[in-house]
């Protein structure tokens, strides 16, 4: 049975009764994670198909004036995490626990030129995982950065710039809270967060 086919009563996560014991505390362990302000997390609908049990998260730069957190986002940098989880363990997982992540934000020229973007936005993917201590293995995932030329009537700037990346990889365990919190690392690196406790200043 799909986690979002259940009928049983779902809590604010929409976890069921109808879940594993294993899959109903990954899914609580991801909402347990400590974020900074300025990203905002919600439950979305997840995929039907891949897995037996899915759950999915949407992570974006939060704005005052938005409540939720939708699928997709007219913001500039946003994110999807999905759990997927096979009780019985996918060999080409090598686990129960398979997360797949997606991020699209959008660049600035300076940014956006410098070949080694991709190189650099897998580094922070990395470099995240290991300052959570999130165990995984398996990890795998492409990052692509695209330049949009408008023409004619279309609205919007003469060129658009941006970066997105998949990628996915196997927990190792059910406490997926360090999983969501790497991942929103590498969501403020893309969206140019400053670091943590450092103002950013608007230009005058």
Do not use: C
Not at 54 to 59: C, D, I, K
Not at 127 to 138: I, K, M, P, R, Y
């Amino acid at each position: 049975m799909s986690a979002s086919g259940a009928d049983e009563a779902r809590d604010e996560h929409g976890t069921s009764d109808a879940w594993p014991t294993e899959f109903s505390a990954a899914v609580e362990s991801m909402h347990a994670a400590r974020l900074r302000p300025e990203i905002s997390l919600g439950t979305i609908r997840p995929p039907q198909r891949p897995a037996p049990f899915s759950h999915a998260v949407g992570l974006e730069v939060a704005h005052p004036e938005e409540d939720n957190v939708p699928v997709d986002s007219d913001g500039d940098a946003f994110g999807r995490l999905i759990l997927l989880h096979s009780p019985a363990a996918e060999e080409a997982w090598e686990g129960s626990m398979r997360l797949v992540a997606y991020i699209q934000a959008d660049m600035d020229d300076a940014v956006a030129s410098d070949p080694l973007l991709p190189d650099v936005a897998w580094q922070w993917l990395n470099e995240s995982l290991a300052e959570t201590n999130a165990g995984f293995t398996n990890l795998g995932g492409t990052v692509t950065s695209t330049t949009s030329v408008r023409f004619g009537e279309i609205g919007g700037p003469p060129r658009a710039y941006q970066l997105e990346m998949r990628a996915s990889w196997t927990a190792e365990g059910t406490d997926l809270q360090s999983h969501v919190e790497a991942f929103s690392k590498v969501l403020a690196h893309v969206a140019g967060l400053p670091p943590e406790g450092v103002a950013q200043l608007s230009p005058r």
